[in-house]
């Protein structure tokens, strides 16, 4: 069975960076490869949102909110997501999660991408 398991969250000041990996397992080679996998984010009190999205074909998305400041990337030889954040800002505090499916864009919401992970925290101080 497919699971992804997020680490690299923690506490940073405002101004610092931090790198986000996501751990797949359950994959074949040619299923990994051909999945499109999305970071998102939710706080407290706050609708879940998109953060970034890379799919097969290494079409990349990201929100307006994250742009030049985070870097999403993969390597399907080690079935790994990546989010690196840097200029952090402490409207970034949530929880983030990884997800995957066998679509062509997983961008948005999320709503409806099959694959999960349990989420790791950023906290960012001011």
């Known amino acids: 069975q497919v699971q992804l398991v997020e680490s690299g969250g923690g506490s940073v000041q405002a101004g610092g960076s931090l790198r986000l990996s996501c751990a797949a397992s359950g994959y074949t080679y040619t299923r990994y490869s051909r999945s499109c996998m999305a970071w998102f984010r939710q706080a407290p009190g706050k609708e879940r949102e998109g953060v970034a999205s890379?799919?097969?074909?290494?079409?990349?998305t990201y929100a307006e909110f994250v742009k030049g400041r985070f870097t999403i990337s993969r390597d399907n030889a080690v079935q790994t997501l990546s989010l690196q954040m840097n200029s952090l800002k402490p409207e970034d505090t949530a929880m983030y999660y990884c997800a995957a499916d066998l679509v062509n864009y997983c961008e948005g919401s999320g709503e409806g991408l099959r694959y999960w992970g349990q989420g790791t925290q950023v906290t960012v101080s001011s």
């Open positions: 890379i799919n097969r074909y290494g079409r990349t």
